[in-house]
């Protein structure tokens, strides 16, 4: 069992900045592919960036491509969000992700362990 806890989140002005957090624990952290996803209100959750079990391979949405930057730290076990640039359509609550049997995914069904996320919001 993975267990994943998210930080960091909350209110911003537009064109601001934030850095969200996932620390795992349970399994080797360098078995997982993570994931940041997230869902507004009303909406779908949609992906937002993935970063593969070394880090050599990250993707994007385009939504965030050029805003956004996913990292790991494999020896804390953590992930990380930096968010620039930040707009009102970023607002939703952020879920971090872990998947046991990809090397990266964009698809939500890909991944085996979810966060409890956190929110953001960004203010005009």
């Known amino acids: 069992q993975v267990q994943l806890v998210e930080s960091g989140g909350g209110l911003v002005q537009a064109g601001g900045s934030l850095r969200l957090s996932c620390a795992a624990s349970?399994?080797?952290?360098?078995?997982?592919?993570m994931g940041w996803f997230r869902q507004a209100p009303g909406k779908e959750r949609e992906f937002v960036a993935t970063?593969?079990?070394?880090?050599?391979?990250?993707y994007y949405a385009d939504s965030v491509k050029g805003r956004f930057t996913i990292s790991r730290d494999n020896a804390k076990s953590t992930m990380y969000l930096q968010m620039n640039s930040l707009k009102p359509d970023d607002t939703a609550v952020y879920y971090c992700?872990?998947?046991?049997?990809?090397?990266?995914?964009?698809?939500?069904?890909?991944?085996?362990?979810w966060g409890q996320g956190t929110q953001v919001t960004v203010s005009s």
């Open positions: 992700a872990a998947a046991l049997s990809r090397y990266y995914s964009i698809a939500s069904r890909d991944y085996d362990y």
């Open positions: 349970g399994r080797t952290f360098t078995s997982l592919a």
């Open positions: 970063i593969s079990r070394t880090a050599a391979t990250t």
